[in-house]
């Protein structure tokens, strides 16, 4: 498709156990973002990607979080041994990057994480 | 200080009326700015990009303030369509990470 997608778009999962989120961009975006959104709340930037390399992983809340990009392409977003709090959406958004700074952002239609 | 601040609103306002909401910026550096809308449950889509100059696209009016470092958003002869969160995006200079606004809740009731 052309757009940017998600997988799975929901997972519920058990306390503790490792989740796996994947995002498939718009070909040829070289910047990708993964956002987290609470219900209710805005987005809260995790991390982000130019190329394979992530210049800003910032606002990953904690060392159980981790995420990778290969070939300039797919990018997964882990979480070890998950937490009730973080249960949320899981947005991830793509951009070309050239001279223009004004490029918007695309995003998929998100995963929707449940820990019970 | 939050780097975007918004009013979360909500806002009320009947079909028909005309509405504002406004995006206040910390950092004088920042370069591009954009309006985006999330409907409930959905991803945010782009509305429109804010240029020095203003913009407008149809019933909708975006403005930049560099003195002040606000953005606003109008929308005019507003639509029961046009409920949703608006979110006001900044992305600074020479940087890729952007930053959003926590949204402003717009509903337009009948």
């Known amino acids: 498709g052309a757009g940017v997608s998600q997988s799975p778009s929901n997972k519920v999962t058990e306390k503790g156990k490792d989740v796996e989120l994947r995002c498939d961009p718009i070909s040829g975006h070289t910047a990708l973002y993964w956002y987290r959104q609470s219900l209710g709340q805005g987005l809260e930037f995790l991390i982000y990607?130019?190329?394979?390399?992530?210049?800003?992983k910032s606002g990953l809340p904690s060392d159980r979080f981790s995420a990778e990009r290969t070939g300039g392409s797919v990018s997964t977003l882990t979480i070890q041994r998950t937490q009730q709090e973080d249960s949320a959406v899981y947005l991830c958004a793509t951009r070309q990057l050239n001279l223009s700074s004004y490029n918007e952002q695309f995003f998929g239609p998100g995963t929707r994480l449940t820990v019970l | 200080r939050k780097e975007v601040e918004q009013d979360p609103g909500p806002f009320n306002v009947p079909e028909g009326a005309t509405v504002a909401f406004n995006c206040t910026y910390s950092n004088s550096a920042s370069q591009s700015f954009f309006w985006y809308r999330q409907d409930c449950r959905k991803e945010p889509k782009l509305l429109m990009s804010v240029y020095s100059s203003g913009n407008e696209d149809g019933r909708f009016t975006a403005q930049l303030n560099r003195a002040s470092q606000y953005i606003s958003l109008l929308i005019r002869d507003s639509k029961l369509s046009d409920s949703a969160t608006y979110l006001c995006?900044?992305?600074?200079?020479?940087?890729?990470?952007?930053?959003f606004g926590t949204g402003t809740k717009l509903q337009v009731i009948p």
């Open positions: 990607f130019q190329g394979n390399s992530a210049p800003d």
């Open positions: 995006v900044v992305n600074k200079l020479g940087y890729q990470k952007v930053t």
